[in-house]
């Protein structure tokens, strides 16, 4: 992870627990929204949510709290996250089917 907060990153990251179902998907795109990143968020076939953003790392590591903890109807219990390059990929965030 690079050490500058406003130096730009990619994150991968999966979420697992009681996560489909409970409007994760929307609020992790309102909150990537409010931090300026971009990007997308999905449902995965085996129940899990998939995130991949981008934009300041401090925004990045603003995002991985919330989906470590997730919306109220969630219930996470393991969040893998991967650093990466930023790529400058994507113009907004949004949710990804």
Do not use: C
């Amino acid at each position: 992870m690079p050490d500058d907060q406003n130096e730009k990153a990619r994150l991968h990251a999966v979420v697992e627990g009681v996560v489909q179902g409970v409007n994760f998907r929307y609020h992790t795109r309102r909150t990537a929204r409010g931090l300026l990143l971009t990007g997308w968020v999905r449902n995965t076939p085996d129940g899990n949510v998939e995130v991949l953003a981008e934009g300041a790392r401090i925004g990045l590591a603003q995002l991985l709290a919330f989906l470590r903890k997730g919306p109220a109807a969630a219930h996470v219990t393991r969040v893998t996250p991967t650093w990466l390059r930023f790529a400058g990929e994507f113009s907004e965030f949004e949710i990804a089917s």
